[in-house]
Structures are given as structure tokens and as C-alpha cells.
């Protein structure tokens, strides 16, 4: 059978162990549901993107692998999407190996590699890493009621304008946290994260 061909928990376990030897920054992630470990810097990055993606409901990292020809490979990411579908991520410099996506395909499992340049271009993964860095600073109820009151009766506000808005959190650690929690929006693609950067209302269900 097909199914037989994905590595066994022994495998998954050493290929985790190995990896979790690595430090690569940011260090905290927020759709990961146990502690994240990489591989590489490049597999960090694409983490962090996995993070701002707001079609991505959760992802886990080396949680599945395949027996190919002469070798395990463990997929560095598995990913779970709000419409319901799963899909495989591996990164690469250039071009992944094709044996791993083609024998994935014949277990009926979406799989592709992401390239560094599809990682690193644009303002993206430098906004996510922003944010990442405040993961951990919880936004407090406060806070967010007040934001989220301007925003129902402004429709959109610049990050300028919440300076004088938050009285328990510093402000771009409380816009930050509710950004990465999905109850703000904010464009990471135009440029970097300024004072003149928009929030609005999220549209997609945390």
C-alpha cells in the first residue's frame, strides 16, 4: 500500500530531536500547536510567513515523512488551510527534488517546494518578523475594546493615530499581538510597518 511508503514516529522523532539542536530567530510562532523547530534559517522564514498567512489555520513542522528510493525524507512543514485542504511544504535554493513531491502525489497528498526567493522578496517576511517579536505580548482586554471601538467608527486608522489609544501596552506590541491574532489587518506587503500603515478590522475568522 501507498500509506506505507510515510516514515514511522522513530524516523519523525530523530529528524525533530536533530532539528530542535537549532536557535533561529524569531524564536515564537503562533499557529504552530507544539514548539516549533527548523531545520535551516530558510524553514524559519518560511515559518514566519505560515504565521501572517491568513489562509492558514495551523502548521506543524518534521510531523510527516516518505521512504523514497534510497533515502527518509521528512517534510519540513505540514499545513492545514481554512478552507479545509492539507498541503506539504518543503523550502529550497532553487529546485526541490522531484521524487519527494511526485511520490507525495501518489499518496494523494499536495506537496511543493518554496523557493528562497518566493521567501524572501518584497517586505513580507521583514513585517512578519516584526510582529513575531511580539508573540508572547498578550494585547490586554482594555486595550483591544479600545482599538476595535475606533476602528468600528473610523472603518480603517493609521498606526500613528493609536499612539494616544493604548494605556496598558505599548502600542506596537499590542498592534502586533492583534495582528498576528487575527483581530486587526495590516498591509506587510506595500513597505515596511510605519507610522502611516493602516489597521482595519480583520475579514477572516481566527
Known amino acids: 500500500m501507498l500509506e506505507t511508503r510515510a516514515a514511522n514516529h522513530v524516523i519523525l522523532d530523530a529528524a525533530y530531536r536533530d532539528a530542535s539542536k537549532n536557535t533561529f530567530y524569531p524564536l515564537h510562532s503562533v499557529r504552530s500547536p507544539g514548539p516549533p ?3 535551516s534559517q530558510l ?3 518560511l515559518g514566519c510567513l505560515l504565521d501572517v498567512d491568513e489562509t ?13 528510493e534510497d533515502r527518509v ?27 519527494v513531491t511526485e511520490t507525495l502525489a501518489c499518496m ?3 506537496h511543493r517546494f518554496v523557493t528562497v526567493a518566493e521567501i524572501r522578496s518584497g517586505h513580507r517576511l521583514e513585517n512578519a518578523k516584526d510582529l513575531l517579536r511580539y508573540a508572547r505580548h498578550r494585547t490586554p ?5 479600545r482599538l476595535m471601538a ?3 467608527e473610523a472603518g480603517a486608522i493609521t498606526v500613528a493615530d493609536t499612539f494616544g489609544l493604548f494605556r496598558e501596552k505599548a502600542p506596537l506590541a499590542a498592534i502586533s499581538w492583534m495582528a498576528l491574532h487575527r483581530f486587526i489587518m495590516i498591509d506587510l506587503d506595500d513597505e515596511l510597518i510605519g507610522p502611516n500603515t493602516l489597521i482595519r478590522r480583520t475579514e477572516v475568522t481566527r
Open 108 to 110: 494523494k497528498r499536495r
Open 43 to 45: 524553514a524559519r522564514d
Open 56 to 68: 492558514v489555520t495551523a502548521w506543524s513542522c518534521l510531523a510527516f515523512g516518505v521512504h523514497l
Open 73 to 99: 525524507h521528512v517534510v519540513e512543514f505540514m499545513v492545514d488551510h481554512v478552507d479545509g485542504t492539507r498541503e506539504f511544504l518543503d523550502t529550497a535554493e532553487f529546485f526541490g527534488d522531484p521524487e
Open 37 to 39: 523547530v527548523f531545520r
Open 150 to 152: 475606533v476602528l468600528d
Open 141 to 145: 482586554l482594555n486595550d483591544r475594546v
